[in-house]
Protein backbone atom coordinates (compact mmCIF):
# COMPACT_ATOMS: atom_id res chain seq x y z
CA UNK A 1 0.00 0.00 0.00
CA UNK A 2 1.20 3.51 -0.65
CA UNK A 3 2.01 5.51 1.90
CA UNK A 4 1.66 8.94 2.63
CA UNK A 5 2.77 10.95 -0.31
CA UNK A 6 4.00 14.76 0.08
CA UNK A 7 5.23 16.88 -2.32
CA UNK A 8 7.46 19.04 -3.01
CA UNK A 9 10.41 17.01 -1.27
CA UNK A 10 12.32 20.04 -1.41
CA UNK A 11 11.19 23.24 -2.10
CA UNK A 12 13.74 26.55 -2.30
CA UNK A 13 11.95 30.23 -2.62
CA UNK A 14 12.74 33.43 -1.99
CA UNK A 15 10.84 35.69 0.93
CA UNK A 16 7.20 37.01 -0.38
CA UNK A 17 6.75 34.31 -2.26
CA UNK A 18 3.97 31.76 -1.93
CA UNK A 19 4.71 28.11 -1.36
CA UNK A 20 2.10 25.46 -1.60
CA UNK A 21 2.76 22.15 -0.15
CA UNK A 22 0.46 19.25 -0.91
CA UNK A 23 -0.58 15.83 0.95
CA UNK A 24 -1.92 12.64 -0.33
CA UNK A 25 -3.07 10.61 2.68
CA UNK A 26 -3.80 6.64 2.87
CA UNK A 27 -6.32 5.87 1.95
CA UNK A 28 -9.37 5.18 4.18
CA UNK A 29 -7.94 7.05 6.99
CA UNK A 30 -10.16 10.01 8.03
CA UNK A 31 -7.82 12.31 10.01
CA UNK A 32 -4.74 14.41 8.51
CA UNK A 33 -2.36 16.25 10.36
CA UNK A 34 0.23 19.28 9.32
CA UNK A 35 3.52 19.14 11.62
CA UNK A 36 6.66 21.29 11.49
CA UNK A 37 9.92 20.46 12.65
CA UNK A 38 12.34 23.12 13.18
CA UNK A 39 15.55 22.95 15.28
CA UNK A 40 14.80 25.26 18.08
CA UNK A 41 11.10 24.08 18.45
CA UNK A 42 10.76 20.27 17.59
CA UNK A 43 7.89 18.86 16.09
CA UNK A 44 4.72 21.65 16.31
CA UNK A 45 1.08 20.06 15.72
CA UNK A 46 -0.15 23.12 12.85
CA UNK A 47 -3.51 22.01 12.17
CA UNK A 48 -5.43 18.90 11.80
CA UNK A 49 -8.52 17.11 9.92
CA UNK A 50 -11.25 15.05 10.33
CA UNK A 51 -12.81 13.70 7.96
CA UNK A 52 -11.84 16.92 5.95
CA UNK A 53 -12.85 19.59 8.31
CA UNK A 54 -10.40 21.33 9.90
CA UNK A 55 -10.99 20.58 14.00
CA UNK A 56 -7.99 22.53 15.74
CA UNK A 57 -5.95 25.26 14.01
CA UNK A 58 -4.60 26.90 17.12
CA UNK A 59 -1.27 25.76 16.13
CA UNK A 60 -0.85 27.26 13.13
CA UNK A 61 0.95 30.21 13.75
CA UNK A 62 -0.15 33.49 11.78
CA UNK A 63 -2.67 34.03 8.75
CA UNK A 64 0.22 33.89 6.36
CA UNK A 65 -0.35 30.27 6.97
CA UNK A 66 -3.69 28.55 5.37
CA UNK A 67 -4.57 24.74 4.87
CA UNK A 68 -7.26 23.16 3.13
CA UNK A 69 -8.50 19.19 2.52
CA UNK A 70 -10.98 19.57 -0.59
CA UNK A 71 -11.49 16.00 -0.64
CA UNK A 72 -10.76 12.95 1.52
CA UNK A 73 -7.43 12.39 -0.79
CA UNK A 74 -5.87 15.61 -0.77
CA UNK A 75 -4.71 18.31 1.63
CA UNK A 76 -2.87 21.80 1.00
CA UNK A 77 -0.66 23.74 3.67
CA UNK A 78 -0.29 27.43 1.85
CA UNK A 79 2.17 30.05 2.85
CA UNK A 80 1.36 33.52 2.00
CA UNK A 81 3.73 35.52 1.81
CA UNK A 82 7.24 33.30 3.15
CA UNK A 83 9.71 34.53 5.21
CA UNK A 84 12.94 32.91 5.85
CA UNK A 85 11.67 32.21 9.60
CA UNK A 86 9.10 29.22 7.72
CA UNK A 87 11.93 27.11 6.97
CA UNK A 88 11.09 24.02 8.14
CA UNK A 89 10.71 20.56 7.08
CA UNK A 90 6.73 20.55 7.06
CA UNK A 91 5.35 16.70 7.34
CA UNK A 92 1.54 15.47 6.63
CA UNK A 93 0.71 12.68 9.09
CA UNK A 94 -2.60 10.63 8.75
CA UNK A 95 -4.74 8.57 10.61
CA UNK A 96 -7.25 5.32 10.13
CA UNK A 97 -10.67 6.38 11.33
CA UNK A 98 -11.35 4.04 13.40
CA UNK A 99 -8.37 4.98 15.79
CA UNK A 100 -8.24 5.63 19.02
CA UNK A 101 -5.26 4.94 19.86
CA UNK A 102 -3.39 8.35 18.04
CA UNK A 103 -1.07 6.64 16.15
CA UNK A 104 0.09 8.64 12.40
CA UNK A 105 1.49 7.69 9.68
CA UNK A 106 4.18 10.25 8.08
CA UNK A 107 4.76 11.31 4.96
CA UNK A 108 8.93 11.83 4.25
CA UNK A 109 8.24 15.40 4.42
CA UNK A 110 8.74 18.93 2.49
CA UNK A 111 11.90 20.87 3.38
CA UNK A 112 11.39 24.07 2.75
CA UNK A 113 14.01 26.77 2.68
CA UNK A 114 13.01 30.69 2.59
CA UNK A 115 15.97 32.91 1.61
CA UNK B 1 -1.57 19.33 29.25
CA UNK B 2 0.45 16.95 28.84
CA UNK B 3 4.18 16.70 27.93
CA UNK B 4 6.85 14.46 27.03
CA UNK B 5 10.76 15.19 27.57
CA UNK B 6 13.33 13.01 26.17
CA UNK B 7 16.54 14.50 28.74
CA UNK B 8 19.19 13.47 26.19
CA UNK B 9 19.60 15.60 23.14
CA UNK B 10 22.74 13.43 22.01
CA UNK B 11 23.72 10.19 23.13
CA UNK B 12 26.68 8.49 21.39
CA UNK B 13 27.38 4.87 21.27
CA UNK B 14 29.82 2.89 20.11
CA UNK B 15 28.36 -0.33 17.74
CA UNK B 16 27.61 -3.74 19.19
CA UNK B 17 26.93 -1.46 22.49
CA UNK B 18 23.82 -1.41 24.19
CA UNK B 19 21.27 1.32 24.09
CA UNK B 20 18.70 2.90 26.25
CA UNK B 21 16.96 6.45 25.30
CA UNK B 22 15.11 7.82 28.09
CA UNK B 23 11.61 9.45 28.02
CA UNK B 24 9.38 10.61 30.28
CA UNK B 25 5.89 12.04 30.80
CA UNK B 26 3.49 13.86 32.34
CA UNK B 27 -0.19 12.90 32.57
CA UNK B 28 -2.54 12.20 34.82
CA UNK B 29 -3.66 8.98 33.57
CA UNK B 30 -1.68 6.41 31.43
CA UNK B 31 -1.34 7.55 27.52
CA UNK B 32 -1.11 5.78 24.79
CA UNK B 33 2.68 5.85 23.87
CA UNK B 34 5.13 5.46 20.97
CA UNK B 35 8.26 5.75 19.61
CA UNK B 36 9.67 6.83 15.88
CA UNK B 37 12.40 7.05 14.29
CA UNK B 38 13.68 9.34 11.64
CA UNK B 39 16.44 8.85 9.29
CA UNK B 40 18.21 11.91 7.94
CA UNK B 41 16.12 13.22 5.26
CA UNK B 42 13.36 10.98 6.10
CA UNK B 43 10.11 10.86 7.85
CA UNK B 44 8.62 9.41 10.74
CA UNK B 45 8.87 5.67 10.68
CA UNK B 46 6.81 3.70 13.74
CA UNK B 47 9.45 1.90 16.07
CA UNK B 48 7.03 0.71 18.35
CA UNK B 49 4.07 1.42 20.75
CA UNK B 50 2.10 0.70 24.33
CA UNK B 51 -1.50 0.53 24.34
CA UNK B 52 -2.12 -1.72 27.50
CA UNK B 53 -1.28 -5.00 28.77
CA UNK B 54 2.54 -6.10 28.94
CA UNK B 55 4.70 -3.06 29.93
CA UNK B 56 7.50 -4.45 27.98
CA UNK B 57 6.98 -4.13 24.16
CA UNK B 58 8.38 -5.60 21.11
CA UNK B 59 9.20 -2.97 17.99
CA UNK B 60 11.27 -3.42 15.01
CA UNK B 61 14.87 -3.98 14.26
CA UNK B 62 15.61 -5.07 17.45
CA UNK B 63 14.32 -2.40 19.81
CA UNK B 64 11.80 -2.70 22.50
CA UNK B 65 10.61 -0.56 25.10
CA UNK B 66 9.27 -0.65 28.91
CA UNK B 67 6.44 1.17 30.24
CA UNK B 68 6.89 2.09 33.99
CA UNK B 69 3.76 3.44 35.65
CA UNK B 70 5.75 4.60 38.90
CA UNK B 71 8.18 6.76 37.04
CA UNK B 72 5.91 8.09 34.29
CA UNK B 73 9.01 6.55 31.89
CA UNK B 74 8.84 4.97 28.06
CA UNK B 75 12.55 4.22 27.57
CA UNK B 76 13.60 2.21 24.21
CA UNK B 77 16.51 -0.29 24.63
CA UNK B 78 18.64 -2.33 21.61
CA UNK B 79 20.95 -5.07 23.34
CA UNK B 80 23.12 -4.11 20.48
CA UNK B 81 22.96 -1.31 17.91
CA UNK B 82 24.30 -1.33 14.27
CA UNK B 83 25.68 1.67 11.93
CA UNK B 84 21.91 2.16 10.70
CA UNK B 85 20.67 3.09 13.91
CA UNK B 86 22.37 6.30 13.65
CA UNK B 87 19.24 8.90 13.60
CA UNK B 88 16.97 10.71 15.33
CA UNK B 89 14.49 9.02 18.37
CA UNK B 90 11.15 10.79 19.32
CA UNK B 91 9.03 9.41 22.26
CA UNK B 92 5.31 10.78 22.16
CA UNK B 93 2.46 10.43 23.41
CA UNK B 94 -1.65 10.28 23.38
CA UNK B 95 -3.66 10.53 26.01
CA UNK B 96 -6.82 9.29 24.26
CA UNK B 97 -10.34 10.78 24.33
CA UNK B 98 -10.34 12.69 20.76
CA UNK B 99 -7.24 14.55 21.58
CA UNK B 100 -5.47 16.81 19.06
CA UNK B 101 -2.93 14.08 17.41
CA UNK B 102 0.46 13.02 19.15
CA UNK B 103 2.91 15.65 21.62
CA UNK B 104 6.26 14.34 20.88
CA UNK B 105 9.40 14.71 22.25
CA UNK B 106 12.56 17.04 21.38
CA UNK B 107 13.98 14.05 19.96
CA UNK B 108 17.53 12.09 21.24
CA UNK B 109 20.01 12.28 18.43
CA UNK B 110 21.90 8.81 18.11
CA UNK B 111 25.47 8.89 17.10
CA UNK B 112 26.94 5.57 16.53
CA UNK B 113 30.93 5.41 16.85
CA UNK B 114 32.50 2.50 14.89
Known sequence: DAGVIQSPRHEVTEM?????LRCK????????????QTMMRGLELLIYFNNNVPIDDSGMPEDRFSAKMPNASFSTLKIQ???PRDSAVYFCASQPGQSNTGELFFGEGSRLTVL | AQSVTQPDIHITVSEGA???????????????????????GQGLQLLLKYFSGDTLV?????????????QSSFNLRKPSVHWSDAAEYFCAVYPGGGADGLTFGKGTHLIIQP
Open chain 1, 16 to 20: GQEVT
Open chain 1, 25 to 36: PISGHNSLFWYR
Open chain 1, 81 to 83: PSE
Open chain 2, 18 to 40: SLELRCNYSYGATPYLFWYVQSP
Open chain 2, 58 to 70: QGIKGFEAEFKRS
